[in-house]
């Protein structure tokens, strides 16, 4: 079946430590993003990218970065300059970036402790 | 920037009640969508509006897209406990990118 896959549901890390969190996606979409979930927000974007080897960065990148190397994979590294980066993150996916319907993850909650 | 100011931010309500909600902003947009957050999940589209004006049902959702092109609404009719979560309405600015509501969180009295 098609569809969107992040890895791992849960992450612990220690403060210091950079994280990276796994998206990939066997849908054929050129568009993938990444947001951020706070309790009571919206979703935020962190980044995203339209096409293979380039992103843009989206209104809170500052501490993350990101990678697309491959149409099916869009990876997260939450570095340690993130003050603040306990959350659920989300990845999702579109057939290009004119395309209002995204198709997300499951997510990441990542705790650091 | 631009907002979209979703209400109510919570509801309480009887298992069977008919729900509705809505979203609004000081801008135009094109495209009004609406999407359902489960528990620990990624959210899933429900309803995309394209058109001033249309009215679109999937089930026992029907949504709208308002005619001033700057709100829309959700109606659930006869409410049932899987109904629960948290429901988003977004829609694209003119960078072709996704702004959301902050969503309306949907709890079934027991």
């Known amino acids: 079946d098609g569809g969107i896959t992040q890895s791992p549901k849960y992450l612990f890390r220690k403060e210091g430590q950079n994280v990276t969190l796994s998206c990939e996606q066997n849908l054929n979409h050129d568009a993938m993003y990444w947001y951020r979930q706070d309790p009571g927000q919206g979703l935020r974007l962190i980044y995203y990218s339209q096409i293979v080897n380039d992103f843009q960065k989206g209104d809170i990148a500052e501490g993350y970065s990101v990678s697309r190397e491959k149409k099916e994979s869009f990876p997260l590294t939450v570095t340690s300059a993130q003050k603040n980066p306990t959350a659920f993150y989300l990845c999702?996916?579109?057939?290009?970036?004119?395309?209002?319907?995204?198709?997300f993850g499951q997510g990441t909650r990542l705790t650091v402790v | 920037g631009q907002q979209l100011n979703q209400s109510p931010q919570s509801m309480f309500i009887q298992e069977g009640e008919d729900v509705s909600m809505n979203c609004t902003s000081s801008?135009?947009?094109?495209?009004w969508l609406w999407y359902k957050q489960d528990p620990g999940e990624g959210p899933v589209l429900l309803i995309a509006?394209?058109?001033a004006g249309e009215l679109t049902s999937n089930g026992r959702l029907t949504a709208q897209f308002g005619i001033t092109r700057k709100d829309s609404f959700l109606n659930i009719s006869a409410s049932i406990p899987s109904d629960v979560g948290i429901y988003f309405c977004?829609?694209?600015?003119?960078?072709?990118?996704?702004?959301w509501g902050a969503g309306t969180k949907l709890i079934i009295k027991p």
């Open positions: 509006l394209y058109k």
């Open positions: 999702a996916s579109s057939t290009g970036y004119w395309n209002t319907e995204a198709f």
């Open positions: 801008s135009i947009f094109n495209t």
């Open positions: 977004a829609s694209m600015d003119s960078n072709y990118q996704l702004i």
